[in-house]
């Protein structure tokens, strides 16, 4: 029913070297990330995008691995072309807290959505700063996105054909055309391991 693509090819730069490689309870940050959702009867694969080093590492032999692009947008496609399944969930592998209670909100609500995203409110006073002006603006109108990113698989799959450009998420690909998206409340907890203090 449901493909899941691992996105975990980043080269590190702002953590200081290959954060999947850290260690989180005695256990390699990807393999952390990739028991979310194991035993969810819903993920029926599993695609783990990035690169042999890694590969060496992961405890999921069921995983099929798929070496990663240049660029985010270039491994998320990689990965989209084995997806098999109506659904899709593109996951950061930099994210190991993930609740299965977020999957599978995200899946339930796909039967009736063409994509599903988890957001978090901004909370802090925003502004936006450019050059030597500054705006503080509404936060209310601001949201942080989360990943699982949830899409039906043929409508993510036809624009990351269409477009060669890299984005901040995948949501970003479909949030201007005429798709259903809805968004869910996500999880503080689900935090993304960027620098070593995160961890």
Do not use: W
Not at 79 to 87: S, Y
Not at 111 to 125: A, H, Q, R, Y
Not at 154 to 178: A, G, P, V, W
């Amino acid at each position: 029913m449901v493909s899941l693509i691992i996105v975990a090819n980043g080269s590190g730069q702002r953590f200081g070297e290959n954060k999947m490689l850290a260690k989180i309870n005695n256990e390699y940050l990807i393999n952390e990330t990739i028991k979310c959702f194991e035993n969810l009867n819903e993920i029926q694969e599993i695609i783990v995008v990035s690169n042999l080093e890694i590969f060496e590492i992961i405890k999921n032999k069921d995983a099929i691995l798929v070496e990663g692009g240049k660029t985010r947008g270039e491994s998320v496609k990689k990965g989209l072309e084995l997806a098999t399944k109506d659904f899709v969930l593109i996951h950061d592998g930099a994210r190991p807290f993930v609740s299965k209670e977020t999957i599978l909100e995200i899946i339930d609500n796909l039967n009736e959505n063409d994509s599903v995203i988890p957001t978090l409110k901004v909370t802090n006073c925003l502004k936006r700063i450019v050059g030597n002006k500054i705006e503080t603006v509404n936060r209310e109108e601001y949201f942080q996105t989360q990943t699982p990113q949830g899409f039906k698989t043929k409508i993510i799959k036809d624009q990351y054909n269409e477009n060669q450009n890299d984005f901040f998420d995948d949501c970003q690909l479909i949030e201007k055309l005429n798709y259903k998206i809805k968004f869910i409340e996500g999880d503080e907890k689900n935090k993304k391991i960027t620098f070593k203090r995160d961890l």
